[in-house]
Nanobody, 124 residues
């Protein structure tokens, strides 16, 4: 059974940092691309970042490019999202998701397993 469990969310001040983690189990983690997505209050789901199964390449939404870094540790079955220079508009529920293949789909509809999310609140 695929399980994805996010952690690391919380309250941060504008300009601050948070590091999200996603512990994966129930599937061969190193064989699949992974993604972070988020849902801001009152808005739809948007993808934030994707990473290849081996971590060799990454993709970012324009809204987070240069501030967020996705990474993975395949030995630990863990996905990360380092978030720096946080802005109030980064507030939302952040989800870890598994892609269908080793290469990122860049498509939220192609993600076939989701965690329950962790809440990030950026406020002064």
């Amino acid at each position: 059974q695929v399980q994805l469990v996010e952690s690391g969310g919380g309250l941060a001040q504008p300009g601050g940092s948070l590091r999200l983690s996603c512990a994966a189990s129930g599937f061969p983690f190193s064989s699949y691309a992974m993604s972070w997505a988020r849902r801001a209050p009152g808005k739809g789901l948007e993808w934030v970042s994707f990473i290849y199964s081996d971590g060799s390449d990454t993709y970012y939404a324009d809204s987070v490019k240069g501030r967020f870094t996705i990474s993975r540790d395949n030995a630990k079955n863990t996905l990360y999202l380092q978030m720096n220079n946080l802005k109030p508009e980064d507030t939302g529920q952040y989800y870890c998701a598994k892609d269908r293949l080793w290469v990122p789909s860049l498509n939220l509809n192609a993600l076939d397993a989701w965690g329950r999310g962790t809440l990030v609140n950026v406020s002064s």
